[in-house]
């Protein structure tokens, strides 16, 4: 008879909204932790923006194109929104100072919280995103994308029709920030995406998708040939974007800033999340636990999704994944949120969704189809705030109490002996063997 005592337990830290959640597994089991990688630097997060800010890429820095527009009245600064991690707050502050030494004051910028489609941005979420001093001093505004105010400026080689907010096209001065990591299928997040989908109409984002979401090369970790972001940085250019800045986090917050051109700073960014965020295991397991970030990644279904969906290049066929997120919004409030839902509750297969896709493409949809293509290929079971019957009436996921009871059906499914990977950081982690 096997001896307890002898057992070697290891616990395991996810993250879960704010808070953390555990996870025990036996040595024996554990295959391995897939974390980003280590990258210090000795400079403080305010030094790196102001350097940043200081050495531009592709452009020149924010004072001489300022003082080279015949019209600097209106000055527009696009930010993200509630569903992302960016450090807005620390990249504001020396931002708003390169635009004070040209002149520009307070009541001559608006804020755009780049939203997309999802909903709008509260204002207790503003005063957290912006810093509350900023927030108390400088408008912003949330891109509604159902709205009538909205500006065509071109059409892209793919025939993507642009609609900008006219909010940003009428400003003089147009800069975007935000943060460079792992997308699902535009490649990476930052640089183009604050102007698609961030603040353009709900008909440019669908015409995005359609054309080219079902493109092999739209996938996480890849630009070159992905024809999401080569049609997103066409919008971009059509936009008309000043000047960016983004940067790349860790844990330790912000590593790298980049600033200039967007597309420049997107491919410098993209190969600093490289270094850090894509790793490899050793062989694929036979289950995986994925935790979604934490919050703000995890504040809903529709996010938190993504995690799932990077967790899947790791996973045996027919083996198991548990999902660990909060999910405290539910699925979510956006559009697409709700698509994403009635989807889920509308169709039973995979072929059912693709071909209204192909006919329609509703932003949401795509979600439902990307689940119901994991569910063909692995057991799911997600551990969350959601309601049982949500969890397994809509989503068809199995209903996790606790990581360790999900664990536990998760052997009984693939055996005593299966191999376990964890990835506590699974939406910004691009894992493969």
């Known amino acids: 008879m096997e001896d307890l005592n002898e057992k070697t337990i290891m616990e ?41 800010l200081q050495n531009p890429m592709g452009t020149k820095r924010l004072e001489e194109i300022i003082a080279k527009k015949e019209k ?48 709008s941005v509260k204002n207790e979420e503003a005063e957290i995103l912006l810093g509350k001093e900023v927030a108390s001093r400088i408008s912003y505004i949330s891109n509604d994308c159902w709205k009538d105010d909205f500006v065509h400026v071109g059409t892209t080689s793919r025939g993507t029709e642009v609609n900008v907010k006219k909010a940003f096209h009428e400003a003089d001065v147009r800069i975007l920030t935000g943060d460079v990591e792992i997308h699902y299928f535009a490649g990476y997040g930052g640089g183009r995406k604050s102007i698609l989908p961030g603040v353009c109409n ?46 790349v986090q860790t844990e330790n917050g912000i590593v790298g800033a980049f600033s200039g051109d967007f597309d420049l ?13 894509k790793v490899h295991a050793r062989e694929k397991a036979d289950i995986v636990v994925t935790a979604a970030n934490g919050a703000p990644h995890d504040i809903d279904m529709y996010q938190a999704y993504k995690a799932l969906h990077l967790g899947l290049n790791v996973v045996k066929d027919n083996g198991a994944v548990i999902l660990v997120a909060e999910c405290k919004e539910g699925v979510g409030n956006g559009i697409g949120h709700q698509n994403y839902y009635k989807w889920m509750k509308k169709f039973k297969t995979k072929e059912g969704m693709r071909k209204e896709l192909e006919r329609e493409f509703i932003i949401g949809g795509h979600k439902a189809y990307y689940h119901l293509k994991a569910l063909e290929k692995v057991n799911i079971s997600l551990v969350s705030e959601m309601p049982r019957e949500e969890v397994e009436g809509i989503f068809r996921l199995r209903y996790g109490e606790t990581p360790d009871k999900a664990l536990k059906e998760a052997f009984e499914i693939t055996g005593k002996d299966a191999k376990v990977l964890v990835i506590p950081e699974g939406i910004t982690t691009l894992s493969g063997v």
């Open 12 to 52: 395991l830290s996810l993250p879960y909204g704010k808070k953390e959640l555990f996870v025990n597994i036996e040595d024996k089991n554990l295959l391995g932790v897939l974390r980003p990688g280590k990258f210090e630097t000795e400079k403080n997060p305010e030094d790196i923006l102001r350097g940043a």
């Open 72 to 119: 600097k009245e209106r000055v527009v600064i696009v930010v993200d929104d509630h569903t992302r991690p960016c450090p807005t707050a620390e990249i504001l502050p020396p931002l708003l100072d390169e635009l004070y030494l040209s002149g520009i004051r307070d009541e001559t910028i608006l804020i755009i919280f780049a939203t997309g489609s999802h909903r």
């Open 202 to 247: 709900y008909p440019t984002i669908q015409q995005n998708y359609k054309k080219n979401f079902f493109h092999p090369n739209s996938k996480p970790g890849v630009l070159d040939g992905n024809p999401m972001y080569e049609n997103m940085t066409e919008v971009a250019r059509l936009a008309g974007v000043d000047f960016t800045i983004n940067v």
């Open 265 to 277: 700073i997107l491919k410098k960014g993209a190969a600093l999340v490289d270094k850090i965020y």
